[in-house]
């Protein structure tokens, strides 16, 4: 577990007037370009950004270390390893429209070998596809970049911050936490954070990951269309068993829904980058 430097007392009064001020709750990179993509949560600001991609960089490589000692890591020369980080060169250089310390962030994409169909983009840009979700799925792509584009959203718009923040506050109490954070002690917080890998996300959490994760795809240039398809593989794949991937996902006729409801909206920015 990371110990955490000490920082400077933060004052309660201070601490409860930037909790009820206005611009406390709407991040200032936060772009109204979308009717149905709401704003961030304010609760994600009392957890500091750096230290969830400190932990979230030390459990990734955690992760490489072990698939690595099962030869399970993917080497750098592997087709489908550079094919995914092909997709990912052509997202992540519209990633800092949603988040602006996307440009600080060290960008890794890695392959593991497994069954499982799943994939994730970890705070501070730590991408990693399983052999499952490429092989099972026959992707396109285009179907790849919708996954990229998804998974991205999730660490853009700091789901996982948010989710280790609002835990904490459900299981300790907003007091108690206004003093931890007050006092630069953020152990007991991470400590009850928990696994960023097996981290679950809310409903609205999926839908805003949607919205988002389209747009990267299609001014990347791939046709946010794959989307559809995309989703009707899913389906077909979870019939008879559950897949962790959709654990927390509408259903796959909700998000198909969605996805054509957006496209008028992401189909001329795929149109204006495509090729």
């Excluded at 519209?94 to 799943?118: C, D, M, T």
């Excluded at 953020?186 to 809310?202: E, I, N, V």
């Excluded at 389209?214 to 794959?226: E, N, Q």
Aim: overall charge positive; charged content about 25%; some cysteine.
């Amino acid at each position: 577990m990371l110990t955490f430097p000490k920082q400077a007392t933060f004052p309660r009064k201070i601490l409860l007037a930037l909790l009820v001020a206005p611009q406390f709750w709407l991040a200032p990179w936060v772009l109204a370009q979308d009717s149905e993509l709401g704003k961030p949560s304010a609760m994600r600001n009392l957890v500091p950004a750096k230290q969830v991609e400190a932990q979230a960089t030390q459990q990734y490589n955690q992760l490489l270390q072990e698939a690595a000692s099962k030869k399970a890591l993917a080497p750098d020369n592997h087709p489908q390893v550079q094919r995914l980080r092909s997709i990912a060169r052509k997202l992540i250089p519209h990633a800092e429209r949603f988040n602006p310390r996307a440009k600080e962030w060290r960008w890794e994409v890695n392959l593991i070998g497994s069954k499982q169909i799943n994939a994730f983009c970890m705070p501070g840009g730590k991408i990693v596809f399983y052999t499952g979700i490429l092989d099972q799925l026959k992707l396109t792509d285009d179907e790849v970049a919708m996954i990229m584009g998804h998974e991205i959203a999730h660490a853009l718009w700091e789901h996982a911050r948010e989710r280790m923040a609002k835990s904490f506050a459900t299981n300790i109490g907003a007091t108690l936490l206004g003093e931890l954070v007050g006092g630069g002690n953020y152990s007991a917080l991470f400590r009850m954070g928990g696994d960023l890998l097996t981290l679950k996300f809310s409903r609205s959490d999926e839908s805003e990951a949607d919205i988002v994760g389209l747009d990267l795809a299609a001014r990347a240039g791939y046709d946010p269309r794959a989307g559809i398809s995309l989703w009707q593989k899913m389906a077909t794949a979870s019939k008879g068993k559950p897949l962790e991937f959709l654990s927390t996902h509408p259903s796959g006729k909700t998000r198909i829904e969605d996805i054509k409801r957006q496209l008028p909206k992401v189909m001329p920015l795929y149109e204006a980058n495509r090729g």
